[in-house]
């Protein structure tokens, strides 16, 4: 049976409950006694089934809410955990994160055990850690404090002193090119003594205070166990041993836990998180009861195809206790492989892809282009800025904490209390944001502007899509239903496509998803050497593959800007799919339609104007003839072309090859296109190009 959005209200029995799950989340929200392990792959609806266990548990008297702790990594997943329990009915559980249920304890008993408040968390490391490297002589630029601020954060969660740190970090892998693991130690413990200088303490030390009073008073420990009797902890698979410590130290020897995890996104181990919690915790328990969510109710069968093969290159010995998953959705559009010869020609081709999909009717909010890293998105933001095509770069601050949003807050408020001036309620928000500085158009590049813009127009949709829902809403009803998104962490996002690294898209979905940037050297990134580094990055694409739900597109360029030499491969993660190289590794196409089909859209692959051969390089498609075939340039146009080229980007503030690259006006001046229609068979100019550019190409090419 499907799942559908619970609608159940206090008044439903415990068996109505049931009635929305499948028979693996139905043995989930059943199993309410002693240990419980759920291996959930992507897709298979484990907040559905871990919240409907806690109402299903409180529904037949087995658990007492108050009694409830849930705990999980994001306050975007803890809002919606809130959300979902409040629809089945269910008040007073606690559902945080690990940070957040340690500092309310923290807070609480400090001043009782200690006496005095506990000391205020640092913002940032950073000034901290200069000053530590200055004390140890050792010179710092941004990149290496935010190294240096790593290495730190590993080595607390991870449970390390700084005394320990040059013994036990190399046995991790740990390696910075910028400093040896004696120079990171005595940073690290200078760190730690201008921290108690100065009476604070940061992030990691919330989870380090409150582990120490349970540990260290009997009482604390006892007051805490006798609140909470039931634990569940999401995403399991990201804890890390000082998590698992502080676990240990609520459960005080009891087993009511439900841990809930799929070993197929453990993306963050570099960072202190240990799998083998998940993996091994029925060995650890052996009384557990174990399910496996298998139902896939996100991705197309084709997507979850993809994903089940990915993994499964990894051999039996490479992922243990994964789950294949099964898709539960009808047939969708077959998975596309693109290939393109820079990194600015894949940036204009995802951008003009997804014009196509606003222009058929996709929202752009149902559309996100995920990279390997944050550098990667440069391209793509301006190449979809040249489209004006809204763009939103996913971000790690909490939405309702912006400047921006609680200003915003105020003067809506204010309205309010004025009252209505227009009964169109998107009117009156547009116009109180508007004169804070909002404008319907996005600003030009990155930035703090940037992304005060994005957080105004998150709330400009929300607004659009809560007047559509609630036609006589007023503005007081808004303000209302900001609030309720508020307490649960339940950010809404702009009208945009969305703009991610795979890592910050873990835990989100969208109808469409390009994975760009797809090369050997990024993904796997250069530096995973051993084979467990380059088994996460594949987990990483694997998490980027089940985002999709049902529109998947995978690129990649053989060369990072115009005129390179191409010699990039596609990602060793495609592998085990459908495709295959030629004897060049830049001519990636389905097996099936290898000889017959260009990888580009099934077209034709093109011939060479001269000899009439195919054209597998990227290069040579780019010029239309094979680059060992003659000539026939008009220098004199080449060279105006190129003039042209330099006035034209010194007017649009861009690179010269963005414009057009050298290739492509070396096309032009062998071709000498008369027309609209002939200048477009010139590869790498598309519709956008031709609006903008024809009309100054051909004048010169007629002249």
């Not at 959005?5 to 068996?15: I, R």
């Not at 083998?276 to 996100?298: C, G, I, M, Q």
């Not at 998975?335 to 999909?357: F, G």
Request: charged share 25%; net charge neutral; with cysteine.
């Amino acid at each position: 049976m499907s799942p559908s959005v619970s609608d159940l209200t206090h008044s439903a029995s415990a068996d109505d409950l049931l009635e929305a799950l499948d028979p693996e989340q139905r043995a989930v929200a059943t199993s309410l006694n002693g240990p419980v392990v759920v291996m959930a792959g992507a897709g298979t609806g484990k907040t559905r089934a871990i919240t409907h266990r806690i109402a299903y548990g409180v529904r037949t008297a087995t658990f007492d809410p108050l009694r409830v702790l849930a705990v999980t990594f994001t306050q975007r997943a803890a809002g919606e955990m809130r959300g979902r329990l409040a629809q089945l009915g269910v008040e007073g559980v606690q559902a945080r994160t690990f940070h957040s249920a340690a500092l309310r304890q923290a807070k609480w008993f400090w001043p009782k055990v200690y006496g005095g408040e506990l000391p205020p968390i640092v913002d940032r490391k950073f000034p901290l850690l200069t000053e530590a490297a200055s004390r140890c002589r050792v010179r710092v630029d941004t990149p290496a404090l935010r190294d240096l601020a790593g290495e730190v954060e590993w080595s607390k969660v991870s449970n390390v002193r700084p005394d320990d740190y040059a013994r036990l970090a190399p046995r991790s892998g740990r390696t910075l090119a910028a400093f040896d693991p004696a120079t990171i130690a005595r940073v690290f413990a200078a760190y730690e003594d201008v921290k108690l200088e100065r009476g604070r303490i940061d992030l990691e030390d919330v989870l380090l205070c409150a582990a120490a009073l349970l540990a260290e008073d009997e009482r604390v420990a006892a007051e805490i166990r006798r609140q909470y009797r039931t634990f569940v902890v999401d995403e399991y698979q990201d804890v890390s041993p000082l998590q698992q410590s502080l676990l240990d130290l609520w459960l005080g020897g009891r087993e009511d836990v439900c841990v809930v995890g799929d070993p197929a996104q453990t993306i963050y181990s570099w960072a202190g998180a240990e799998p083998e919690n998940l993996v091994r915790f029925a060995s650890r328990h052996p009384s557990a009861t174990v399910v496996k969510l298998v139902r896939d109710y996100r991705s197309t069968p084709q997507i979850v195809d993809v994903a089940n093969k990915v993994l499964d290159a990894a051999g039996p010995s490479g992922l243990p206790g994964r789950v294949t998953l099964r898709s539960q959705l009808p047939a969708g559009p077959v998975p596309v492989y693109r290939e393109y010869p820079d990194e600015v020609a894949e940036a204009d081709a995802v951008a003009r892809a997804i014009a196509r999909l606003r222009d058929e009717g996709t929202p752009l909010r149902e559309i996100a282009v995920l990279f390997r890293t944050n550098a990667q998105s440069e391209n793509y933001e301006q190449a979809l800025a040249e489209r004006k095509i809204p763009a939103v770069l996913k971000g790690a601050e909490r939405f309702f904490e912006r400047a921006e949003i609680r200003q915003a807050a105020v003067l809506l408020r204010g309205q309010a209390k004025a009252g209505d001036v227009s009964d169109d309620l998107v009117e009156v928000v547009t116009g109180v944001l508007g004169g804070a500085g909002w404008t319907p158009e996005s600003p030009a590049g990155t930035g703090a502007v940037r992304d005060r813009w994005e957080s105004l127009s998150a709330l400009v949709t929300m607004t659009s899509d809560f007047a559509a829902a609630n036609p006589t809403a007023r503005l007081a009803d808004l303000m209302a239903e900001l609030d309720r998104r508020a307490s649960i962490q339940h950010a809404p996002l702009a009208e945009g496509v969305t703009l991610a690294t795979l890592h910050a898209a873990k835990g989100l979905e969208w109808g469409c998803v390009f994975i760009a940037g797809a090369h050997e050297g990024t993904l796997p990134i250069s530096y995973a050497q051993t084979p467990a580094q380059v088994e996460e990055e594949r987990r990483l694409f694997y998490v980027g593959v089940t985002r999709a739900k049902q529109q998947l597109h995978v690129s990649w360029s053989t060369s990072r800007s115009p005129g390179g030499r191409g010699q990039r491969g596609p990602t060793r993660f495609l592998d085990p799919l459908n495709v295959r190289t030629s004897s060049r590794p830049t001519a990636w196409e389905p097996t099936a339609e290898r000889s017959e089909r260009s990888p580009r859209a099934g077209r034709p692959i093109p011939k060479c104007r001269v000899c009439g051969r195919g054209l597998l390089d990227p290069g040579a498609r780019k010029l239309g003839r094979c680059e060992d075939c003659p000539s026939s340039i008009d220098q004199e146009l080449y060279d105006a072309l190129v003039a042209w080229r330099t006035e034209q980007a010194a007017s649009e503030s861009m690179p010269a090859f963005v414009i057009l690259t050298d290739a492509t006006l070396t096309a032009i001046a062998e071709t000498r296109p008369t027309d609209e229609q002939s200048l477009r068979r010139i590869p790498g100019i598309g519709h956008t190009k031709i609006t903008k550019y024809a009309e100054p190409i051909l004048n010169l090419c007629t002249r």
